[in-house]
Structures are given as C-alpha cells and as structure tokens.
C-alpha cells in the first residue's frame, strides 16, 4: 500500500521552517520517494509568522500548492498556538482523522477546553516534543530546532532514513541544490560563525537529526519498520 503524508508546518521566524521543510522534502526524494514542497511567508523577520506545505510519498506526487487538510502538523513554536501566531488558524484546522500533532514542547500544553474536545473527535494523536531543548543538549545552541524536528518526523513517517537526512543536509549546507532568501542566507552566516568549519556545523546538525530520529523511535511514535539510528552515519561517505 502507498505511503503519503500531507504535511504542514508552522512557527516563527527565525526557526528555520522553511529550512527544515526543504530538508525532509530532499531527504524523502534521496531515499528514493517523491516529495514537493511551497513554502508560505510574509516579511522576513524574528517571530513573524511561517508556515510551508510539504507533500512526501513512495509514489508519484501530481498536487503542488498549500494544504488545507494534512495528515501531520508541526508545530515550531508554542506561540503558534498560545498566540495565534499563524496563517492557519486554529493551529489543527483542517487535520485529518487519526492526523498527527508534533508540537515542540517540554511537555502537554493547556488547550482550551473546545479545542480539546476537537481534537478528541478527530481522534488526533498530540506528540510533544522538547526540540528545543535536546538541540541545546547536543549542540549547545538554539539556532536549529528545525534539524531535531526533522530527524523526528521523518521517524514517523518512514519515508527517508538518517542517512537520507545527512546528504540533505550536506546539500543545505555545502551550497548544493538549494536556493534560499536573503533572511535565510543571513542566518546561515550567523549559524556558521559559531562553527570553525562547516562540517563541525553538519556533524552537529545531524547528530540532532539522529537524536530526534531516536526519540520518535523511543516513545513509539515511529513508522513499524523503523528502528533506531545506533551508529552516527559517517561524514563524506
């Protein structure tokens, strides 16, 4: 049976949405699966709102454009929700029976009271996630949650592997494939500066990939044929 997951993600500036979406859509295709990607954005600043509409299958894909009724959305920033700080409201509109809800949160965040009873209808499944926090425990920085909640939902979808992953991200960072605005291009060059060279930078970036492949894995979040990353992928292989 054909796997397909309609995907959207939102948060705030600044967080690397449109980064990270990128990152899970070429990652799909390196594992040999299909994916498109639109991402959706006003002005380019710290905390305005983001969100990017990413399709990924193992099968080919004829939809392009913003999704309205995904199977999985992703939350960047708690404010997303607290504060209304989205194109897409409520945060869970449109998401489909039994969807998914990966929320980068320490812990359960207190919903309202309609919200929850909706939720609960739709059957859906909330997964909070403290991305956040387990980049700063691995990389000691804040600047690429995006990179723990890729390494997650691509976990739950089962779609790519780590290794996958990695070459996504050597793509991003080596300059190969990607094309970025001048925002994103100007947060890469404060990302690269706490780094001496660019691949301390991929090592870290996908040693919080692989955590968060892992914590998926751990709490039984991840597609049936997905195991753990035990080894770190090699660099340059």
């Known amino acids: 049976m054909a796997k397909r997951f309609n995907i959207r993600m939102a948060g705030v500036g600044g967080q690397g949405v449109v980064t990270g979406s990128h990152i899970l859509s070429t990652a799909v295709i390196h594992a040999g699966g299909e994916s498109t990607i639109v991402p959706f954005y006003g002005s380019e600043k710290r905390m305005a709102p983001v969100e990017s509409y990413v399709r990924v299958s193992d099968e080919p894909i004829y939809e392009i454009g913003e999704i309205t009724f995904p199977h999985i959305i992703i939350i ?14 409520p945060f869970y509109f449109g998401l489909k029976e039994d969807g998914i809800a990966l929320i980068n949160n320490d812990g359960p965040m207190s919903l309202h009271r309609d919200q929850q ?21 691995v990389a000691g920085m804040d600047l690429a949650t995006n990179m723990a909640l890729m390494g997650c939902i691509g976990a739950i979808t089962g779609l790519t592997s780590v290794e996958a992953l990695e070459q996504s991200v050597k793509d991003r960072f080596l300059g190969k494939g990607f094309v970025v605005s001048g925002g994103t291009a100007a947060l890469d060059s404060v990302v690269e500066r706490k780094f001496k060279k660019k691949q ?38």
């Open 76 to 89: 960047f920033h708690p404010q997303v929700i607290t504060h209304g700080k989205s194109y897409t409201m």
């Open 117 to 137: 009873r909706e939720l609960e209808e739709r059957c859906a499944k909330l997964y909070y996630f403290p991305a956040t926090k387990l980049f700063l425990e």
């Open 200 to 237: 301390e930078l991929i090592d870290k970036n996908v040693a919080v990939i692989q955590a968060g492949w892992n914590y998926a894995v751990d709490h039984g979040w991840a597609a049936a044929s997905v195991k753990r990353s035990e080894a770190r992928a090699a660099v340059g292989a």
